[in-house]
C-alpha cells in the first residue's frame, strides 16, 4: 500500500477541457494529493510540465490547440519515464494504437469510473515511491564511494566497482579488476572467502578485519576492511562493499611477512585450495542441480533447496522429468544432452504455490577419458525480470481486449464475446498441442479477428436483414482493414492480431475469404479462431438472429467439419464442450 504522506507530496497534471468535469475531478484529487495542476488543452498542460516536477499526468485525447496523443508524445520526449493515464470517450483504433506506441502506462474509456481510476493512480504512485526509494539509496551508495576505499562485488564473488582511492593506493583501475573475484589475502587467521565469513555475511550481518594487498608495482598494502551486505526491498542481498583505510604504516613488517609465508604454500595445495573455492563460490553463487548418466538427481545445493523450501531427501534420486513436469521442455533437454550439447532454457517452477523462473544451462561433465559421467545444470533466479516482462505483456493484452471490445461494440455486440473467444482459442491451442507461449500469444490477440469493423458503415454493420451481395463484399473487407491495421507492427501481438484478422474467415476447403487459403495454409491462430467465434456467434443472440441451444451448434459445426473447419479441431470442441460451455456461463452477455 502506498504511504499516505508519500502521495501528498507527488505533483499530479490533470488535462481535461470540460471545466465542470474537471473541477469535480480534481475537488477529488485534492482528498489524496497536496499540488494538482488542471490545464485545459496539451499546450498549456506541456507549458506546465516544463515548470514543474510533475510525478503523474492523467490526460483526456479530445483536447483543444494541442490533443492529448500529441502532448503525450512530447512529454516522452522530455521525460520518458513520466508515468501517463490517457482517458477518453472517443473509441478510434488508431487511439489505442498510437497510445500503446507510446507507452501510456493506462487508457480508460468515458465516462469515468472513479473506483477504477483510483486503483490505476495507486498502482502506478507505488512504482513512484519505489523508484524513489532506488534513486535515495543510489545517492546514499555514492556518497561511500566518495569518502573511503571501496570495492564493490555482486553475489557471484565478481568485482563491480572500486573507486578512485582505490585505484590511487594499487595502481589497479576498475578496467584491470572488474569482473576478477574479490578475494583479498587475510592477514589474521580467517580468510574473506571462508565459510564462517561467507554464512555471516549471507545472514546480513557485516565482518571487518584486516587484510594485505598487493599494488600494481608489486608493492604491499595493509588495509583495515569491512565487508557489509547491501540488500534489496525485499531483503535479499543483491551485492557486498568493502570499505576499507589504508593501514600499511601501522601493521610493520611482521605481520607483512606472514603473508609471504602464506603465498609460498605448497603447489599442490594451494592448487587444491583454489579448485575448492571456486567449487564454494560457484554453489554460493548460482543454483546447481547434478544428474547422473540416467537423468536422476544426484545433488541439489542450498540456493535451489532455499528456493523451493522443500529438503535435499525431496529430490535425491528423483527422476528430473519428474521435477520439470513438463515432457516437452524435458525433451529439448535430454536430445542436447545425450548428443554432449550445451542447453540454456529458462524453466518455469511452482514452489508453495509461487510461479519461479529459473535460467538454466544445462552442460554434460566429462572423465578423463571424455566420457560423460554426468550432468551439471548452473542457473539464476530471473523471476523478477519475467515478472516484469509478464506486467508488460498483460498492459498489452488490457489495451487489446479494449481495442477488441470496440471493434464488437460498433456491431452492437458484447465485450464478452471478445473475452469468450479469447478462452476458446486458448483452451484449443493448448488441446491442439501449441505450446504454453503460443497459446497465450492466441489468447491476446484473438479478441482481435474483427477489429476490422470499424472501417464497416453501421448501415451494414447492425441490419437486421440478409446483406446484398454488394453490402456483403463490403462486410468481408473487414479482414483485410484488420490486417493492414498491424501488419507492420513489431510488437508479436499485434502482429499475431493482423494474423487473426485477415485469416479467420478463411475456410478448411479453400472457399472462404479474402485469399481463398485452403487446409494448413491457413495460419493456426486463424483455424482456431474461426472455430472459436463460430461457435460464440451461433450461441449468441445478435442483431439478426436468436440463440441456438446446444444440439443445433454441435450438429452444424458436425456438418462443416473438412469443409469450413479443420476436423481436429472440431473434434476437440467437441471433447471439450463441458469447459467451453462452463466459459460461456461465466461470461454470459
Known amino acids: 500500500m502506498v504511504n499516505k504522506e508519500f502521495l501528498k507530496r507527488l505533483n499530479i497534471l490533470y488535462v481535461e477541457d470540460e471545466f465542470e468535469a474537471a473541477t469535480k475531478l480534481v475537488k477529488f484529487l485534492n482528498r489524496v494529493f497536496n499540488n494538482v495542476y488542471l490545464c485545459l488543452n496539451g499546450q498549456e498542460a506541456l507549458d506546465t510540465f516544463s515548470k514543474k516536477s510533475i510525478d503523474l499526468v492523467i490526460s483526456d485525447i479530445n483536447m483543444?490547440?494541442?490533443?492529448?496523443?500529441r502532448m503525450s508524445e512530447k512529454i516522452k520526449e522530455i521525460n520518458s519515464n513520466t508515468p501517463i493515464i490517457l482517458t477518453t470517450a472517443r473509441t478510434e483504433t488508431q487511439c489505442l494504437i498510437k497510445a500503446i506506441e507510446l507507452n501510456i502506462d493506462s487508457y480508460l474509456l468515458k465516462p469515468i469510473e472513479l473506483d477504477i481510476l483510483i486503483e490505476?493512480?495507486?498502482?502506478?504512485?507505488?512504482?513512484?515511491?519505489?523508484?524513489?526509494?532506488?534513486?535515495?539509496?543510489?545517492?546514499?551508495?555514492?556518497?561511500?564511494?566518495?569518502?573511503?576505499i571501496v570495492v564493490k562485488f555482486n553475489i557471484e564473488g565478481k568485482i563491480t566497482f572500486v573507486n578512485s582511492q582505490y585505484e590511487k593506493v594499487t595502481g589497479f583501475s576498475l578496467e584491470d579488476v572488474k569482473d576478477k573475484i574479490f578475494n583479498f589475502n587475510s592477514i589474521e587467521k580467517s580468510s574473506i572467502l571462508s565459510s564462517d565469513i561467507l554464512k555471516l555475511l549471507e545472514s546480513k550481518k557485516f565482518w571487518k578485519g584486516k587484510h594485505s594487498c598487493k599494488g600494481k608495482n608489486h608493492k604491499k598494502y595493509v588495509l583495515n576492511s569491512t565487508v557489509i551486505p547491501i540488500r534489496d526491498s525485499n531483503e535479499k542481498i543483491i551485492e557486498f562493499i568493502c570499505i576499507s583505510n589504508d593501514v600499511t604504516d601501522d601493521e610493520g613488517l611482521t605481520k607483512l611477512l606472514k603473508v609471504e609465508l602464506e603465498e609460498f604454500k605448497d603447489t599442490l595445495v594451494s592448487k587444491s585450495h583454489l579448485l575448492n573455492e571456486y567449487k564454494?563460490?560457484?554453489?554460493?553463487?548460482?543454483?546447481?542441480?547434478?544428474?547422473?548418466?540416467n537423468f536422476r538427481i544426484s545433488n541439489v545445493n542450498s540456493r535451489f533447496l532455499k528456493l523451493s523450501n522443500l529438503s535435499i531427501n525431496a529430490y535425491l534420486g528423483k527422476s528430473f522429468d519428474e521435477v520439470l513436469n513438463d515432457e516437452e521442455i524435458y525433451g529439448e533437454i535430454f536430445d542436447s544432452l545425450v548428443n554432449k550439447n550445451i542447453k540454456q532454457k529458462v524453466i518455469k517452477f511452482l514452489f508453495k504455490g509461487k510461479e519461479k523462473y529459473i535460467d538454466f544451462t544445462f552442460s554434460p561433465v566429462f572423465n578423463e577419458e571424455s566420457e560423460v559421467f554426468e550432468y551439471l545444470a548452473v542457473g539464476n533466479d530471473v523471476s523478477k525480470i519475467i515478472e516484469l516482462q509478464l506486467e508488460i505483456e498483460k498492459t498489452q493484452k488490457d489495451l487489446?481486449?479494449?481495442?477488441?471490445?470496440?471493434?464488437?461494440?460498433?456491431?452492437?455486440?458484447?465485450?464478452?464475446?471478445?473475452?469468450?473467444?479469447?478462452?476458446?482459442?486458448?483452451?484449443?491451442a493448448k488441446e491442439y498441442g501449441l505450446s504454453e507461449d503460443e497459446a497465450t500469444l492466441l489468447k491476446m490477440a484473438s479478441p482481435m479477428h474483427d477489429i476490422g469493423k470499424v472501417g464497416i458503415p453501421d448501415y451494414i454493420l447492425n441490419k437486421p436483414d440478409k446483406l446484398t451481395q454488394e453490402e456483403f463484399e463490403i462486410m468481408k473487407s473487414h479482414t483485410t482493414i484488420g490486417f493492414?491495421?498491424?501488419?507492420?507492427?513489431?510488437?508479436?501481438?499485434?502482429?499475431?492480431?493482423?494474423?487473426?484478422?485477415?485469416?479467420?474467415?478463411?475456410?478448411?476447403?479453400?472457399?472462404g475469404y479474402p485469399n481463398n487459403l485452403k487446409g494448413k495454409e491457413i495460419h493456426v491462430f486463424g483455424r482456431i479462431t474461426a472455430v472459436a467465434d463460430v461457435f460464440d456467434a451461433l450461441s449468441s443472440k445478435r442483431c439478426y438472429k436468436k440463440s441456438w441451444d446446444l444440439e443445433e451448434i454441435k450438429e452444424y459445426m458436425r456438418e462443416k467439419a473438412g469443409k469450413e473447419f479443420e476436423p481436429k479441431l472440431v473434434d476437440l470442441l467437441f471433447k471439450n464442450m463441458n469447459k467451453i460451455v462452463e466459459i460461456r456461463n461465466k461470461y454470459k452477455d
Request: hydrophobic share 35%; charged share 30%; net charge positive.
Open 64 to 69: 483543444p490547440i494541442v490533443d492529448g496523443l
Open 120 to 148: 490505476k493512480i495507486y498502482a502506478i504512485c507505488e512504482k513512484i515511491e519505489a523508484l524513489e526509494s532506488k534513486k535515495i539509496l543510489k545517492q546514499y551508495k555514492e556518497a561511500i564511494d566518495e569518502s573511503t
Open 280 to 293: 564454494r563460490c560457484l554453489d554460493n553463487s548460482s543454483i546447481l542441480i547434478n544428474l547422473d548418466r
Open 400 to 428: 487489446i481486449l479494449t481495442l477488441g471490445s470496440i471493434g464488437e461494440s460498433r456491431s452492437k455486440e458484447t465485450a464478452n464475446h471478445v473475452r469468450r473467444v479469447a478462452l476458446y482459442s486458448y483452451l484449443l
Open 484 to 511: 493492414n491495421m498491424f501488419k507492420n507492427s513489431e510488437r508479436r501481438i499485434l502482429k499475431s492480431s493482423s494474423i487473426v484478422a485477415h485469416e479467420h474467415h478463411e475456410k478448411w476447403d479453400g472457399t
